[in-house]
């Protein structure tokens, strides 16, 4: 199959939605199936890439790490027109997700949708936060992912969430997988070694981008308060965004910097490596629809302790493959993850095992599988590859067409943000 990816965050950024794209588009040509990606510029994006194309963007878009593509440039459609896709996966819907739109629209082919993100989590990047936005911002994915043919959750959970907001067109669960065998395998010791971690502490991990959205200041805070009763422990932090420094001076604060081993990015081997380094995943994300970096981890070995919420509650198993928290507290995370500590090799070992048999559940031939499934389902079922005698002005009505549910869509979203919010509304 010819399959058109377009997203608003891929490689180099360092998020959840650019990795997942990453792994299915090679998982899908390891397959021998053919994939374009259509990304905006990044900062760091290498300067030779095959199957990728990348558009004009503001990058750094309101001091975060994400580019907002600008106007479509005039080369991208007769590119798309040469690909000729069977199929338009759009992963965000919003910016890329409206070309996705234009392009299954002009060449008549099914558009599937993955809900990767709670983005009414995420409006403290624009200008003018407010409850409102947060409606505008529930109202608009809802009405998108109803002007799709197939809608992706990543968890049963989010599944859920989005049929009680209205979402009326079918929804698979479909998580993004790991690469079991990549993850497997790691050199712990080496990695401590490399960044001053005693060979004999417990460590506990964590990966990720580094912003509000990940509710990271709480992580820290119970970090810190565990690091204080245990001296023989430590705390890995990987990844960057823009809370590095807050997260830098509460340590500083706690008299506990000296023992917080802050890496930054990582990929590849040492990537690997550093989840090996970790006796303990912590994670304390309620913005989540997957938490890929759990299923990573388990797929290294390392246990989690978290906090209850969507999409993380299908990974961690209170009891088997870690701790999950049912409520937000400090204390009781930070006693937990002394509780982890204390336990004995044999007991830790145990929980370990349980949970690489947790990650063999979201292995990615496993999911990639079901996604190509879908994608031939739709192909033979829904819209249609468009024939060759098919005018131009049929093609030209269908697009009018898209163009109106669009602004159709973004004045109900509107609509609906201006409206009072009623008691039983949910926004999670």
């Known amino acids: 199959m010819n399959i058109l990816m377009m997203t608003n965050t891929f490689t180099p ?51 975060s790490d994400f580019s907002v593509r600008l106007p479509i440039p005039g080369f991208l459609f007769p590119s798309l027109e040469q690909f000729r896709p069977d199929i ?19 060449r008549n082919v099914p558009l599937v949708f993955t809900h990767h993100t709670l983005y009414e989590q995420y409006t403290h990047y624009v200008p003018g ?55 497997a ?28 959205e990940k509710n990271l200041m709480f992580l820290s805070e119970g970090v810190a308060a565990f690091l204080k009763k245990n001296k023989n422990a430590h705390f890995l932090l990987v990844g960057v965004g823009p809370l590095e420094k807050e997260i830098q001076d509460l340590f500083k604060k706690e008299g506990m910097v000296n023992r ?10 040492e990537l690997v ?36 919420a969507a999409g993380v509650r299908e990974v961690v198993i209170d009891g088997c493959n870690g701790r999950l928290l049912s409520t937000e507290d400090l204390k009781e995370f930070a006693s937990t993850l ?5 336990l004995s090799a044999m007991e830790r070992k145990v929980y370990s095992e349980a949970a690489r048999e947790t990650a063999e559940r979201f292995s990615m031939p ?23 005698e098919e005018s131009l002005w049929v093609s030209t009505l269908r697009l009018i067409e898209t163009e109106w549910e669009l602004w159709v869509n973004r004045a109900h979203a509107v609509g609906a943000a201006l409206t009072r919010r009623r008691p039983d509304d949910k926004i999670c």
């Open 88 to 106: 338009v996966h759009s992963h965000h819907p919003f910016l890329l997700g409206d070309t996705a739109l234009r392009v299954a629209a002009l």
């Open 338 to 342: 002394s509780w982890f500590a204390s």
């Open 185 to 212: 395998q790691g050199d712990g010791p080496k990695f401590r070694k490399a960044v001053g971690i005693p060979s004999d502490t417990f460590v506990v991990g964590h990966l990720g981008r580094l912003a509000p």
């Open 260 to 269: 917080l081993h802050h890496v930054g990015i990582l990929q590849g081997s």
């Open 13 to 63: 950024h360092v998020g959840g939605v650019a990795r997942s794209v990453e792994a299915f588009m090679a998982e899908y040509q390891r397959l021998g199936h053919e994939v374009l990606v259509v990304a905006p510029v990044f900062e760091g994006m290498p300067k030779k890439e095959t199957n990728v194309i990348r558009v004009p963007a503001i990058q750094k878009f309101n001091g």
């Open 366 to 388: 496993q999911c990639a599988t079901k996604a190509l499934e879908l994608y031939r389902y739709l192909s033979a079922t829904g819209r249609g590859p468009r024939k060759v």
């Open 129 to 183: 936060d407010s409850p409102a936005l947060k409606r505008f911002v529930v109202e608009l994915c809802t009405g998108y992912a109803n002007l799709c043919d197939q809608v992706i959750a990543p968890s049963e959970s989010i599944a859920a969430v989005l049929y009680e907001r209205g979402v009326k067109v079918p929804i698979a669960v479909i998580p993004t997988g790991v690469n079991i065998q990549r993850f």
């Open 273 to 308: 490596n550093a989840y090996h380094a970790m006796d303990l995943f912590a994670f304390a994300s309620r913005s989540e629809t997957q938490g890929m970096v759990l299923t990573e981890a388990m797929a290294a070995g390392v246990p989690a302790v978290a906090v209850d």
